[in-house]
């Protein structure tokens, strides 16, 4: 599993509750999603990461989703161009942010779209999903930069049976070969090479957990799923989301961690 140095978050701005959703859970409450925001940057930070946190932005609702910008691997960075229009200028400050951090920098381009939460690195091999965010195109690019750099690339469809908005939303790469995943998502061969720890359906929404060093990063709440990492030896670190679930938003997607 890598091990993970730096983060890079944004905060919600005072347009927050303004983003795209459709949880159908009401609008989230600012300053309540801004206090859990700050105690995700803690947990970052005891997890071992230097933590960037980047100024809130009004000018885009869904700018603390800083996942959905980019892409971080340890031989790639790949700017991307997010599915929804409203959501594309975010990617102006991540970019910017990450000449300073990363260096030498890929991008998505029209007519290809790719939200990173539909990225799913496992090991040497990205899972790229087919979304209402990221189409064909963006996926096709997105496969040809990582294959150039060395990885293998594989595309997982979950607009039909998974119903997931981003891939992301449906599985996370636990490290040692290992995948917790929905029930529903499409056994691909390439999934198949991996062991899969089923969430119970109940907690679909628990998925998206984030292994960060010898941690796991878990939505608070979702106490089957905690078990089930438990049993296999990890260390979940319990995190309340309420308000970023409000707007379709998980763990993984508040962070950009390499
Ligand atoms: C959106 O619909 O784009 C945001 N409201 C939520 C994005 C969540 N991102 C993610 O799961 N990677």
């Keep these: 599993m890598i091990e993970f140095t730096q ?38 930070r005891a997890c071992g990461l230097a933590v960037t946190v980047l100024d809130a932005d009004a000018g ?7 996942e959905d ?7 790639v960075t790949i700017v991307t161009r997010p599915g929804a229009p409203s959501r594309r200028g975010e990617v102006d400050s991540i970019r910017d942010c990450l000449r300073g951090l990363r260096g ?15 990225v799913c690195q496992a090991g040497s091999h990205f ?8 189409n064909a195109d963006g996926a096709a690019q997105f496969g040809a930069i990582v294959r150039a750099a060395g990885y293998t690339a594989s595309t997982i469809d979950v607009r039909g049976s998974a119903k997931l ?24 061969a390439e999934l198949a090479r991996f062991e899969i720890v089923e969430v119970d359906a109940r907690e679909s ?23 089930l990492l438990v049993a296999r030896g990890y260390s979940p670190l319990l995190l309340e989301v309420s308000e970023f679930r409000k707007l379709d938003g998980g763990l993984s997607c508040l962070s950009l961690r390499f």
């Design 60 to 66: 885009f609702a869904d700018a603390p989703f800083v």
């Design 104 to 118: 030498e920098l890929a991008e998505i381009r029209a007519p290809g779209t790719v939200d990173g939460g539909d």
């Design 165 to 188: 908005l981003h891939l992301k939303s449906g599985i996370a790469y636990l490290g040692d070969g290992r995948l917790l995943a929905v029930r529903d998502l499409p056994r691909t």
């Design 127 to 134: 899972f790229i999903g087919l979304s209402a965010r990221t």
């Design 7 to 44: 983060a890079i978050a944004r905060p919600p701005g005072a347009t927050f509750s303004q983003g795209l959703s459709t949880a159908g859970l009401g609008p989230p409450d600012l300053a309540l999603a801004s206090t859990q925001h700050a105690a995700y940057c803690d947990a970052l």
């Design 69 to 75: 910008t980019a892409v971080l691997a340890e031989r």
């Design 205 to 227: 929404y628990a998925a998206n957990c984030v292994r960060v060093n010898d941690r796991v990063l878990v939505a608070a709440g979702y106490p089957r799923t905690a078990d």
